[in-house]
């Protein structure tokens, strides 16, 4: 079996020495760098945010494990929008989606969209893409912003796939297509490497690359084909007790259970969830790997000391919290991600950050990291270089807007809005006869509480209502809320035998004698700025 973890220079040399020393050391490095640096942006697929060895006993990951513990680790990291392309594009313009307007995965980027790796180009840098674009559509063709370009069309395939017409399917090479050889994991980290060892060696790099793992249906490569056959993956709490999982939730969410993604009739099947985390776990071993040779390459090439390897997933993913599966909705197992940074020398060994980060920061930070002097005002985002630098940012944002738009193909998530602070989140659903949700993180993490109807946070609704409603106003001033053509029905199927639909919640049933319905006529409260 391939093993490509990770020993790390600046890690070893710190072990024997005092933490003041090492400290100082680290500081005397960064004060002293001030060159623009490489950087590696490594995006995984589904990667939840508790996907790392360090973070989940049931998997072991000695790569990443050595990107957090010497480097930062981001632990309040989230999406914007839980879903592939939005998420993406998100990434690449540093926009929210009700500004870049990729929908869903059907809505290709509007006509002169700008992609952050555009900005590095004219700052002098080499830029390379290699792997899942997927943004909007499902072409491969090459994006502006990159010099060299390897991708695939839509979700690609781990392995190669032999077609009626008895070719393989294809990779786009800088515009000319040649067939899959092997896992795709490992190709295109061959493709990444190839390239650096043929870049122009005066100039800087940017690497963006952009695993199809650890997407469904997942397909380990054959070296991990038996790992993990021993570890037992444990069922959600919020999962296996229903009966506390569903009171005072939505009524969507116990309706999903038995639908495409839910746990009782999941992708309409009679799959074994938790085996299938297994699975999911096996695929991610490749991209661990992945990251062992990117980090061997670098040490052997003498660049760990000038590149910035950064790591994280472009939406998390549900495996039975809340009788649920997938991603979209606005739950911290969907919109929450790993995101982990590794610089020697530059970054202080074992750095923890807890500010809340996004996916719409990405863009703002790689060219900070670059040097940029100036940012596009393109740019919703902001650099959390100084964060990762261990330097106070006063001005750093305590919370966070999450939209989700509902998809005709999986009509089962409805409309999402969030407001997400450092203690509370606040959901909303659009367009849909259901309740909202408010859940106290720092008391109830695994969000069983709903405490929408406690009078005790009755202003607190009424406020975070209202900064929700103001995030999600778009760069022209409006509320809109986009949508694409529908062509199917989408996966509306449920099992006869299975789990029922859900009750209306008990708050809304009126009982006898009960005066208490005046909450629909509550004035709007009156604020600075109305007219």
């Given at each position: 079996?391939a093993?490509?973890?990770?020993?790390?220079?600046?890690?070893?040399?710190?072990?024997p020495?005092?933490?003041?020393l090492c400290?100082?050391?680290?500081?005397?490095?960064?004060?002293a760098?001030?060159t623009?640096k490489?950087v590696?942006?490594?995006?995984t697929?589904?990667q939840?945010?508790?996907e790392?060895?360090f973070m989940?006993p049931?998997?072991?990951?000695p790569?990443?494990d050595?990107?957090?513990?010497?480097?930062?680790h981001?632990?309040?990291?989230?999406?914007t929008t839980?879903l592939c392309?939005?998420s993406?594009?998100?990434?690449l313009?540093?926009?929210?989606m009700?500004?870049?307007?990729?929908?869903?995965n059907n809505?290709?980027a509007?006509?002169?969209?700008?992609?952050f790796p555009?900005?590095?180009?004219?700052?002098?840098?080499?830029?390379?893409?290699f792997?899942?674009?997927h943004?909007?559509g499902h072409s491969d063709k090459?994006?502006?912003?990159f010099?060299?370009w390897?991708?695939f069309?839509?979700q690609?395939?781990?392995?190669?796939?032999?077609?009626?017409d008895?070719k393989?399917?294809?990779?786009?090479?800088n515009?000319?297509?040649v067939?899959?050889?092997?896992?795709i994991?490992?190709?295109?980290?061959?493709?990444?490497?190839n390239w650096?060892n043929?870049?122009?060696?005066d100039?800087?790099?940017?690497?963006y690359?952009?695993?199809?793992?650890v997407?469904?249906?997942?397909k380990p490569?054959?070296?991990?084909?038996?790992?993990?056959?021993?570890?037992?993956?444990?069922v959600?709490?919020?999962?296996?007790?229903?009966?506390?999982?569903y009171?005072?939730k939505?009524?969507?969410v116990?309706?999903q259970?038995?639908?495409?993604?839910?746990?009782?009739?999941p992708?309409?099947?009679s799959?074994?969830?938790?085996?299938?985390k297994?699975?999911y776990h096996?695929?991610?071993?490749?991209?661990?790997?992945?990251?062992?040779?990117?980090?061997?390459?670098?040490?052997?090439n003498e660049?760990?000391?000038?590149?910035?390897?950064?790591?994280?997933?472009?939406?998390g993913?549900?495996?039975?919290?809340?009788?649920?599966?997938?991603?979209r909705?606005a739950?911290?197992?969907?919109?929450?991600?790993?995101?982990?940074a590794?610089a020697?020398?530059?970054f202080k060994?074992?750095?923890?950050v807890?500010n809340?980060?996004a996916?719409?920061d990405?863009a703002?930070?790689?060219?900070?990291?670059?040097?940029?002097?100036?940012q596009?005002?393109q740019f919703?985002g902001?650099?959390?270089?100084?964060?990762a630098?261990g330097k106070?940012?006063?001005?750093?944002r305590d919370?966070?807007?999450?939209?989700?738009?509902?998809?005709?193909n999986?009509?089962?998530?409805?409309?999402?809005?969030?407001?997400?602070?450092d203690?509370?989140?606040?959901?909303q659903?659009?367009g849909?006869?259901?309740?909202?949700?408010?859940?106290?993180?720092k008391?109830?993490?695994n969000?069983?509480?709903?405490l929408?109807n406690?009078p005790?946070?009755k202003?607190?609704?009424?406020?975070?209502?209202?900064r929700?409603?103001?995030?999600l106003?778009?760069?022209q001033?409006?509320?809109?809320?986009?949508?694409?053509e529908?062509?199917?029905?989408g996966a509306?199927y449920?099992?006869?035998?299975?789990?029922?639909?859900?009750?209306?919640?008990?708050?809304?049933?009126k009982?006898e004698g009960?005066?208490?319905?005046?909450?629909?006529?509550?004035?709007?409260?009156?604020?600075?700025?109305?007219?």
């Open positions: 079996m093993n490509y973890s990770h020993g790390g220079k600046l890690w070893r040399l710190c072990i020495l005092t933490g003041l400290s100082l050391f680290a500081s005397a490095a960064n004060a760098d001030t623009p490489n590696i942006y490594i995006l697929d589904d939840r945010y508790d790392m060895g989940n049931e998997i072991t990951t790569n990443i050595t990107l957090a513990q010497q480097g930062v981001f632990r309040n990291a989230f999406v839980a392309s939005p993406r594009a998100s990434i313009t540093g926009q929210y009700h500004n870049h307007g990729v929908v869903d809505k290709p509007r006509e002169g969209t700008v992609y555009s900005y590095l180009q004219k700052m002098g840098y080499q830029t390379g893409f792997g899942k674009w943004m909007g090459p994006q502006p912003g010099d060299h390897v991708s069309a839509g690609g395939h781990y392995y190669p796939v032999i077609g009626e008895g393989a399917n294809q990779l786009n090479i515009g000319k297509h067939p899959q050889q092997g896992y994991t490992d190709e295109l980290t061959d493709y990444a490497l650096l043929q870049r122009d060696t100039k800087p790099f940017f690497i690359l952009s695993h199809k793992a997407h469904a249906d997942f490569a054959e070296r991990h084909q038996d790992q993990y056959a021993d570890v037992e993956i444990a959600p709490d919020s999962q296996a007790n229903t009966a506390a999982n009171k005072g939505p009524m969507w116990k309706n259970r038995n639908s495409w993604h839910g746990v009782d009739f992708y309409h099947s799959l074994d969830v938790q085996e299938y297994r699975h096996q695929t991610l071993s490749a991209v661990d790997d992945s990251i062992g040779r990117l980090l061997d390459w670098l040490e052997a660049l760990s000391q000038s590149t910035i390897v950064m790591l994280m997933g472009d939406n993913f549900l495996f039975g919290e809340h009788g649920l599966i997938d991603k909705n739950y911290e197992e969907s919109m929450r991600v790993p995101l982990v590794y020697p020398g530059y060994p074992g750095t923890t807890d809340i980060v996916n719409i990405i703002a930070t790689v060219l900070d990291m670059a040097g940029a002097k100036k596009p005002e919703e902001q650099s959390f270089l100084p964060l630098l106070e940012v006063d001005d750093w919370e966070l807007v999450y939209e989700y738009y509902w998809e005709f999986f009509p089962h998530t409805p409309t999402t809005f969030a407001l997400r602070t203690q509370y989140k606040l959901i659903y659009h849909v006869w259901d309740t909202e949700e408010l859940y106290d993180l008391n109830d993490p969000e069983m509480h709903n929408i406690d005790k946070h202003d607190r609704v009424a406020d975070m209502r209202y929700l409603f103001s995030g106003e778009n760069n001033g409006e509320h809109v809320i986009p949508y694409t529908k062509y199917t029905h509306v449920r099992e006869k035998n299975r789990s029922k639909a859900a009750d209306f919640p008990e708050p809304w049933l009982q009960d005066e208490n319905l005046t909450d629909f006529f509550v004035p709007k409260p009156q604020r600075d700025g109305d007219h």
